[in-house]
């Protein structure tokens, strides 16, 4: 049985390598279009989704948070993740969205109980819709770990992020650079059938 969906949900993979090509605005609108039919907690529908193409913004957003984490420590404690950003940082090469031309910031309310779980579908229907027009993408945690830095939100408010919305995750996206990897076998997730 061929399912074009649980095709896409199984093939698609994370992007970090795209061309300097942005893509269309109507396949920008179709992406965000799945982000905002997303179920939410309550139909709360208070994501917040800012597209960004513009390449002033996001070499100024880049620097930021170079910046920010350069002047970061790390330990064996520290998220592997987070160690990395702070590494490259300091070394001074770190483009935290992989050189993508588009950058999809979500937010939602702070305070919001289901903020991170709304966010979180809204971004994973952006990342199978843009799987099935031919787009890569990566969600992107890095503004996420720096809600609370004070340069970085400064930036964000410029964007029209409220100081009352927390950034839950982001999406590099564009068009791959490269042929798309295998389908990463899982063997985690635990699954329990009690019949
Ligand atoms: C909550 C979350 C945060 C992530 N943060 C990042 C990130 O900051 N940078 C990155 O390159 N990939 C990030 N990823 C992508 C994961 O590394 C990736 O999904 C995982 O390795 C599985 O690979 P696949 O997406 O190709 O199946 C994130 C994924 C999730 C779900």
């Not at 090509?21 to 982000?35: F, I, Q, S, Y």
């Not at 031919?134 to 992107?140: A, D, F, P, T």
């Not at 830095?149 to 650079?177: F, M, Q, W």
Request: net charge negative; glycine share 6%; aromatic share 6%.
């Amino acid at each position: 049985m061929t399912n074009i969906i649980l095709e896409t949900i199984v093939n698609r993979r994370s992007t970090r390598k795209f061309t300097e090509a942005t893509p269309e605005k109507e396949a920008l609108e179709l992406v965000v279009k799945a982000g905002r039919y997303a179920p939410s907690g309550g139909n709360s529908q208070s994501c917040h989704f800012v597209v960004i193409t513009n390449r002033e913004v996001l070499d100024s957003l880049k620097a930021a948070v170079k910046h920010e984490f350069s002047l970061m420590t790390s330990d064996e404690n520290t998220y592997k993740s987070i160690a990395n950003s702070i590494r490259l940082s300091k070394k001074g090469t770190y483009d935290f969205i992989y050189n993508a031309p588009v950058l999809i910031i979500v937010t939602n309310k702070k305070g919001y109980g289901n903020a991170m779980a709304d966010s979180s579908c809204a971004l994973m229907n952006m990342m199978l819709a843009a799987d099935s027009i031919g787009l890569g993408s990566c969600w992107i945690n890095q503004l996420h770990w720096l809600d609370d830095n004070s340069a970085v939100r400064e930036l964000l408010l410029k964007l029209g992020i409220d100081d009352d919305e927390t950034v839950c995750g982001s999406l590099a996206l564009g068009y791959p650079s490269v042929d798309k990897a295998a389908p990463l076998e899982r063997t985690g997730n635990q699954v329990d059938y009690i019949e």
